[in-house]
């Protein structure tokens, strides 16, 4: 089943201390991208990723780090993770940059 | 400013009945536009995509209808059923850089009551 993964689903952390959200397609999609969702707000982009080794800032892109080793995984990282980042996370991906993407089933990030 | 405005904010429906949602943009230069579906607690769905040339497409009993003139867009839903029940996200894409960048609306809460 074509699908993106992410993990954890659910989290509360506290103030400082790094986490890493994973996402994982299996799609073989070239393009990857991270969102965060917050009420009364359109999704956000907060990093993309072309394609293996090849990522870029998107709106709101301080405070998280992002990687591209592979193709199938693109891992958010929250370096020192502050209150502000609380919200739901989505991760997506498409085979093209102008291609519908494929939602993952999001990750809801609490910072204490 | 590139900005998506979606409205209204929230619609509430008896089962059976229509409904339109609407979708004004401000983005230049615009390369197409999409609709998805986001059921509670999941991540949206992929419903229509539009490029400017297109002026209407459906998918069963959604229809999303593009004014490129007027920078418009609506969904329409047809004999509404509970499943419905959603958020409606209008996204549209636009050239940047040499790349496709996305510009999101905040959505539209749609209630669909038996």
């Known amino acids: 089943e074509a699908q993106v993964t992410q993990n954890p689903r659910y989290l509360i952390t506290v103030t400082g201390k790094k986490l890493t959200v994973t996402c994982s397609q299996n799609?073989?999609?070239?393009?990857m991208s991270w969102y965060r969702q917050d009420p009364g707000l359109g999704l956000r982009q907060i990093y993309y990723s072309m394609n293996v080794e090849v990522t870029d800032k998107g709106d709101v892109p301080e405070g998280y780090k992002v990687s591209r080793k592979e193709k199938r995984n693109f891992p958010l990282i929250l370096e020192s993770p502050s209150p502000n980042q609380t919200s739901l996370y989505f991760c997506a991906s498409s085979l093209w940059g102008e291609q519908p993407q494929h939602f993952g089933d999001g990750t809801r990030l609490s910072i204490l | 400013k590139n900005q998506v405005e979606q409205s209204p904010q929230s619609l509430i429906i008896l089962e059976g009945k229509n409904c339109t949602l609407q979708c004004n943009y401000t983005v230049s230069p615009f390369s197409n536009l999409r609709w998805y579906k986001q059921d509670t607690g999941r991540g949206p769905v992929s419903l229509t995509i539009m490029t400017f040339s297109e002026n209407t497409k459906s998918n069963g009993r959604y229809t999303a209808t593009l004014d490129a003139d007027t920078k418009q867009s609506s969904l329409h839903i047809t004999a509404s059923q509970l499943s419905d029940s959603a958020s409606y996200i209008c996204?549209?894409?636009?050239?940047?850089?040499?790349?496709?960048?996305?510009?999101f609306g905040a959505g539209t809460r749609l209630a669909v009551h038996p």
């Open positions: 799609m073989n999609h070239e393009y």
């Open positions: 996204v549209v894409s636009f050239l940047s850089g040499g790349y496709n960048k996305l510009i």
